[in-house]
């Protein structure tokens, strides 16, 4: 957005360039979206990493009980395979690299806590902490995130995808009220 | 055609580096997307729960639209099969609509969304490493809660465009999704004096293309259409001697001759015939997971070459989880000059649900014969497979077929009594079936250990409570008519399944199980492990007394059958039929020992002691062991046996191995037992090893 910035000045070569139109964006992700279906067999997805993350890390700490566990035991550690040898492993490496290339491209990596100018960083650190904890959740209860539900499940006109979204962002229209501070400026 | 990873088995079954590299890239573009969208930033994001950017709404809606466009108009004109090179997301409502609840809660508190936030993540964005922090911690806590969303996760279901023809849904969906761009600009400028795109040259162009295709795609006939539209005009040019193959083919799979019903498969498999070839066409998980005694594992994309290199020309099976697939798989090897390839009958889970699911289970009655049938593959089938690490094999195999007969019989009163069920439960199955309304957990350890913590709506009962003194025979099992109170007391239907937690002392449960059966409950099973299994797991325990509404238990028409007195054994010893087994430790047996009015034991009976059923840490050994075990002493499973110790305790647990575990048809438990033969001064004892 350009009103982010007016102020302080920066000298022009340093300036953050401003970010691209977004259907522009939106038709290069159906793109991306389109090319995984026709390569891979299976749309894209996110909350696989930080999810397999998890159980790799359970499994680090307390490995009998990770392994005996329903969900990470089952699903993700039987026959002791490693949790993140899978192809969304390597899609969010993929992910990571995509977005910090075109972020060095429009000038806009730097290292902050984003938030409103009069919202304590701290604050702010918890309001994400805990709606990670229950995106988390989410996300392996529901079996995908905004990609791997939403966003694939739209495209594929699957049921529980296109009402999954509709309670996303319902829910998210209800909560969002109480936490607009966090981004006052 | 285009093959993609997924069809050709190497996306998740056995990925290649190909298969990284792919998504690796086709990761860079989707970052870059994200990124060059605005999505690196939270405020941006959390925008769209303020109507002042609506960036997401654009961003989603275009990509969604493209993709699904793309894939539909490529479907269409026959380049790819939805149907086998895709993955279509399964739909399972109640955990996605809580999920989705959840995850919006979490979206608008965050700013960020998994994919965001490692886009987030990569511009030096300190929120989303935090954010992603949480999102590992809330997996973690969701393995560690599993059971409390079990009611959740019903079975997944192939549900598509809410009942409407795919290139319908799709058009109106393009038509609602132009809409939504022309509001969300509109709401913008209303908001926050944005939508700067509102009468732009793009988002005309944009919407103009989009509807164009969703039009094409709506006017295309859809896939399948367009398959039969090439066969029938080929087959008009096609030759005689084709055209008669394929009739054959569809005569076949007319008549059904294509396939071999369960029972078939598991006589043949029993039998051992030779000339068959049993290929388990499913992922390698699965196969690992369990499988048919015997079968090979061959996925879709190798049969044919397994085929050609085995040079097999008897009988071929192929089966998977259900039958479309082997189905088809059938079909392309029939055109290929196969002429003796079968199918199974509704798949492996059908064999699941017709040889394997326990009589007492099914919803209809069985005969005699049928019922007999069925112990046979069920002892034949349980005890072949080695032994899993995690439990055995047997109550895998016994649970997947509970699993199945609730599915099948859900509520249906079981009205049979038949002494055959899944008797050994695990910890899983029962987590997972913790919901059900009919399922009802009776505790049968101590009462301290209840009250410091038990399965969740666990009751308590003493299993001393159901022995009494009957006759001047003190401590036998108490007559029906007092069990009934006792069971209606715990809030037990007749219909329910009843699960008994055996805490450390397996025979406490089998004890409490000789009630069940002597009311003639058809529906029970011993967690196998029992509470310490439970708990060691990491499954949710409770301390809270559940609540129990009294229920008004039938008496049964007339007693058990399985339980005799001492006259019973007089009368037949020294028949030479009846194997006689004493299953009290060794020093007893010979009189070493003894705390009654007699040492010794009953003349002729053997001693097999029944800490001899139970492993180190005090669990039943595996059927398979057992079985060989018990083959040294008892000669058929028709041969009449009778259990007895002390006072009919530990016998009840050889009673639970010997009829409920190993199929053994004629056993007989005398409850008096030694405490009662040895008072009655004309009954003969004996001492020493014979």
């Not at chain 2, 109507?51 to 026959?78: C, N």
């Not at chain 2, 998994?114 to 393995?143: E, H, R, S």
């Not at chain 2, 199918?343 to 326990?358: A, V």
């Not at chain 2, 349980?382 to 199945?404: F, I, Q, R, Y």
Request: proline fraction near 5%.
């Amino acid at each position: 957005m350009r009103d982010s910035v007016e102020t302080p000045r920066l000298p022009a070569a340093q300036e953050p360039r401003p970010y691209g139109n977004p259907y522009v964006a939106g038709l290069l992700l159906g793109a991306a979206l389109l090319a995984s279906f026709l390569v891979l067999g299976a749309g894209l997805g996110a909350s696989s990493t930080p999810i397999r993350c998890g159980a790799w890390i359970e499994s680090l700490v307390v490995p009998g009980r990770t392994q005996q566990s329903t969900y990470f035991g089952d699903k993700y550690l039987a026959d002791g395979s490693n949790p993140l040898r899978y192809y969304l492993t390597y899609m969010s490496l993929g992910v990571l690299l995509g977005g910090l290339l075109s972020g060095v491209l429009g000038r806009r990596v730097k290292v902050t806590v984003e938030r409103g100018a009069k919202y304590p960083a701290a604050r702010r650190l918890v309001l994400a902490l805990i709606g990670g904890v229950l995106i988390g959740y989410a996300s392996a209860l529901a079996s995908g995130c905004t990609s791997g539900q939403a966003l694939t499940g739209g495209a594929l006109l699957a049921n529980g995808s296109i009402v999954f979204m509709l309670s996303v962002f319902g829910a998210g229209y209800a909560t969002a009220y109480f936490v607009r501070k966090q981004w006052h400026d | 055609m285009i093959n993609t990873f997924y069809g050709l088995g190497k996306l998740v079954t056995a990925p290649t580096p190909a298969t990284f590299l792919a998504a690796l890239l086709i990761g860079l573009a989707f970052g870059f997307a994200l990124e060059y969208a605005g999505f690196s930033s939270s405020k941006k994001l959390a925008g769209i729960f303020y109507f002042r950017d609506m960036t997401v709404l654009r961003v989603m809606f275009t990509a969604m639209i493209t993709a699904m466009l793309g894939l539909s108009l490529l479907a269409a004109l026959g380049w790819i099969d939805l149907g086998s090179q895709i993955y279509l997301l399964p739909t399972v409502y109640g955990a996605q609509i809580v999920g989705g609840l959840i995850f919006g809660v979490g979206f608008a508190l965050s700013g960020w969304c998994p994919g965001t936030g490692i886009v987030g993540l990569a511009l030096g964005k300190l929120d989303a490493l935090v954010f992603l922090v949480g999102v590992t911690m809330g997996a973690v806590l969701f393995n560690e809660t599993y059971g409390w969303t079990a009611g959740l996760r019903t079975e997944p279901q192939e549900l598509f465009a809410f009942g409407l023809q795919r290139s319908t849904f799709a058009l109106l969906l393009t038509l609602v999704g132009i809409v939504a761009f022309h509001l969300a600009e509109w709401a913008e400028r209303i908001a926050a004096g944005g939508g700067r795109y509102l009468h732009s040259t793009l988002l005309r162009g944009l919407s103009v293309v989009l509807a164009i295709v969703a039009v094409i795609v709506f006017v295309l006939p859809s896939g399948p259409q367009a398959t039969e539209f090439a066969t029938a005009a080929e087959a008009s040019s096609a030759s005689p001697a084709l055209m008669r193959d394929q009739q054959l083919l569809l005569q076949e799979v007319a008549s059904a001759a294509d396939h071999m019903d369960p029972p078939e498969l598991a006589d043949a498999l029993m039998r051992g015939d030779k000339d068959l070839l049993v290929i388990d066409v499913r992922p390698a998980d699965e196969y690992e997971a369990n499988h048919l005694p015997g079968a090979v594992n061959v996925q879709l994309p190798g049969l044919i070459d397994y085929l050609a290199s085995s040079g097999h020309t008897g009988r071929i099976v192929l089966y998977s989880n259900g039958m479309t697939h082997p189905a088809q798989a059938r079909d392309a090897l029939v055109r290929l000059g196969y002429r003796n390839v079968y199918l199974l009958t509704d798949g492996l889970r059908g064999f699941l649900d017709q040889c394997l699911m326990p009589a007492s289970l099914r919803s209809y009655p069985l005969s005699d014969g049928e019922a007999q049938r069925v112990r046979q593959w069920r002892s034949f089938f349980a005890a072949e497979e080695v032994p899993a690490p995690v439990g055995s094999s047997t109550e895998k195999l016994a649970s997947d077929a509970a699993a199945a007969a609730e599915q099948a019989s859900s509520d249906q009163a079981v009205t049979i009594a038949e002494n055959d069920a899944p008797r050994l439960v695990s910890t899983r199955w029962l987590s997972e079936h913790l919901q059900d309304p009919d399922l009802r957990i009776i505790d049968c350890r101590t009462h301290a250990d209840y009250t410091q913590g038990h399965l969740p709506g666990a009751v308590y009962l003493n299993f001393e409570s159901i022995r009494g003194s009957v006759n001047g025979i003190p401590s036998v099992l108490l007559p029906g008519d007092l069990l009934v109170q006792q069971l209606s007391l715990l809030g037990v239907r007749p219909d329910d399944m009843v699960v008994l937690d055996p805490g450390e002392n397996v025979r406490d449960a089998t004890l409490v199980s000789m009630m069940l059966q002597r009311v003639g409950h058809a529906r029970w099973g011993i967690m196998h492990g029992g509470f310490p299994k439970w708990s060691g797991e990491g499954r949710r325990v409770e301390a809270t007394i559940p609540t129990v509404a009294r229920t008004d238990y039938p008496l049964p028409p007339r007693g058990d059958v399985f339980t005799v007195d001492a006259q019973h054994i007089a009368q037949r010893l020294g028949d030479g039929k009846t194997v006689l087994l004493d299953t009290r430790p060794t020093e007893n047996f010979t009189g070493e020992e003894s705390s009654e009015m007699r040492p010794g034991h009953i003349p002729g009976a053997v001693n097999r002691a029944f800490k001899r059923d139970l492993d180190a840490a005090g669990n039943l050994k595996p059927a398979a062991e057992l079985a060989a075990e018990y083959q040294q002493l008892i000669p058929s499973l028709e041969t009449p046996v009778i259990v007895y110790c002390r006072t009919g305790h530990q016998a009840s647990l050889t009673y639970f191995v010997l009829h409920e575990m190993l199929g053994y048809q004629d056993v007989r438990w005398y409850d008096g037992s030694w405490s009662d033969w040895a008072a009655r001064s004309d009954l003969p004892a004996v001492t020493g090893d014979q």
